[in-house]
């Protein structure tokens, strides 16, 4: 699987017209992105974009880009996130202490697109090795990227496109909690209108077909929150 596949982006930088290049071709490159231009305003929108990647620039009006870093870093819900920071500091101590940071690649403005490009994949691969493997498993699922088939406890499992993309979803991070809004963005796509009962109705049907033959079911509903992929249920 490419790392980029469906990978959204959060940028937190404050240029119009950066963003707008930024935009376009992360865009074209098939990336999802999400623009935040105050510092103050970058961590709600991890949490509300969950993003898998942020772009950041270095300075940001109100909260800096190295502080918004090391508070990225501290958050055990975005710790793991990696982050590219963006400046126009070409001082060695400084690329030095962006990296300290927590950031994970340091560009200095102007760059190519096709440089930045370049440094996320490689940075994708870093965080994401799962990303990179032709097939996801959680405890006796398996899921084959290449082929497009699931196998449970060695039977094949034949799911509909829908179900296999929300059965990929949930798969490449078990664990987490995904909110029907969440699972609609990544599934549907941000532009496709559908209602938030839809993904319930995917999810039974993931259900059904997950758990023929009275197997355990490792989707977790979350009152409230959404689901996830977790055999410890509660």
Known sequence: MNAKSRARILIVEDDPALIELLKYNLQAEGFETAVVEDGDDAMPALDDEQPDLVILDWMLPNTSGIELCRQIRQNPASKDIPVIMLTARTEETDRIRGLKTGADDYIVKPFSPKELHARIDAVMR????????????YGD???????????????????????FRLLQT???KPGRVYS????????????????????????RRLRKALNAGNRADVIRTVRAAGYSLDAQKS
């Open 126 to 137: 870093r965080a994401y090795p799962e990303k990179q493997a032709p097939s996801l498993a």
């Open 141 to 163: 699922i398996t899921l084959n990227l290449e082929e497009h088939r699931v196998i449970r406890d060695g039977d094949t499992i034949h799911l509909g496109p829908t179900e």
């Open 170 to 172: 949930l798969m490449e």
């Open 180 to 203: 029907r809004e969440q699972l609609l963005d990544r599934v549907w796509g941000r532009d496709v209108y559908v209602e938030t009962r839809t993904v319930d109705v995917h999810i």
